[in-house]
C-alpha cells in the first residue's frame, strides 16, 4: 500500500502561481512512477502530468506544457507540481497517483489522494 497526501492548493488570481506537493508513505516511493491528475467540476478527470520513478521523464499534457513543472524528491517521497500562469480553465481538484508507469493512462496508476482544490479568478 502507497498512502498519498496532496497540500498546496488554494485560490490564486489569474496569472499566479502555486506549488501542489504530494506525500507518499508505506511502500517504497521510488519504485513508482507518478502523476498528477486533475478534476474540473462536471467533467472527467483528466491527465495533467508524469514523472518516471527516476525523475528523468516527465510528460505534460499539451493545456500545461510551458507553464507546469512536475519534479520529485525521492529522499522526501514527495512529488511536486509547479504551476506557473495559472489560468481560469486550471480550476479543479488536482490528484496525485502513483503507478507502474508514467503515462496518461489512470488505469496504470494503482493509488491516488484524496484531492486539493486549486481555484484561479479571471
Known amino acids: 500500500q502507497v498512502q498519498l497526501v496532496e497540500s498546496g492548493g488554494g485560490l490564486v488570481q489569474a496569472g499566479g502561481s502555486l506549488r501542489l506537493s504530494c506525500a507518499a508513505s508505506?511502500?517504497?516511493?521510488?519504485?513508482?512512477?507518478m502523476g498528477w491528475f486533475r478534476q474540473a467540476p462536471g467533467k472527467e478527470r483528466e491527465f495533467v502530468a508524469a514523472?518516471?520513478?527516476?525523475?528523468?521523464?516527465?510528460e505534460y499534457a499539451d493545456s500545461v506544457k510551458g507553464r507546469f513543472t512536475i519534479s520529485r524528491d525521492n529522499a522526501k517521497n514527495t512529488v511536486y507540481l509547479q504551476m506557473n500562469s495559472l489560468k481560469p480553465e486550471d480550476t479543479a481538484v488536482y490528484y496525485c497517483a502513483a503507478g507502474s508507469r508514467a503515462t496518461n493512462y489512470q488505469g496504470h496508476y494503482e493509488y491516488w489522494g484524496q484531492g486539493t482544490q486549486v481555484t484561479v479568478s479571471s
Open positions: 508505506g511502500r517504497t516511493f521510488s519504485n513508482y512512477a
Open positions: 514523472i518516471s520513478w527516476l525523475g528523468r521523464i516527465p
